[in-house]
Nanobody, 128 residues
Framework: QVQLVESGGGLVHTGESLRLSCAAS????????MDWFRQAPGKERERVAG??????????ADFVKGRFTVSRDNAKGTVYLHLQMNNLQPEDTAIYYC???????????????????WGQGTQVTVSS
């Protein structure tokens, strides 16, 4: 059974940090790029960060560069995807999703339809 389960969300204040995790199992996720997306109320889902299948290449949206760090751990059987979020701002409030890209590297031009597997999301709320 394919599962992507996010955790680590919560309520924080401006300037604080959170670390999100995603446990992916049930298929060879270690062969594929993995990304984080987020969706705020009333807005489109947007890509936040991504990491290649082996962790050697990363992508960050401009609005998180310098604040967020994506990483992965290709443990046997389960892949763990992490997102360290520092200096959180109210505009970072959203549901955060992890997703698997269709290939080993996810280019900057990748779109939602190229991600066949998604988690259920974890809520991040940043209060001012």
């Amino acid at each position: 059974q394919v599962q992507l389960v996010e955790s680590g969300g919560g309520l924080v204040h401006t300037g604080e940090s959170l670390r999100l995790s995603c446990a992916a199992s049930g298929r060879p996720f270690s062969n594929y790029a993995m990304d984080w997306f987020r969706q705020a109320p009333g807005k489109e889902r947007e890509r936040v960060a991504g990491v290649s299948y082996n962790g050697g290449s990363t992508y960050y949206a401009d609005f998180v560069k310098g604040r967020f760090t994506v990483s992965r751990d290709n443990a046997k059987g389960t892949v763990y995807l992490h997102l360290q979020m520092n200096n959180l701002q109210p505009e970072d409030t959203a549901i955060y999703y992890c997703a698997q890209f269709k290939g080993p590297y996810s280019p900057s031009s990748s779109v939602r339809s190229e991600y066949p597997y998604w988690g259920q999301g974890t809520q991040v709320t940043v209060s001012s």
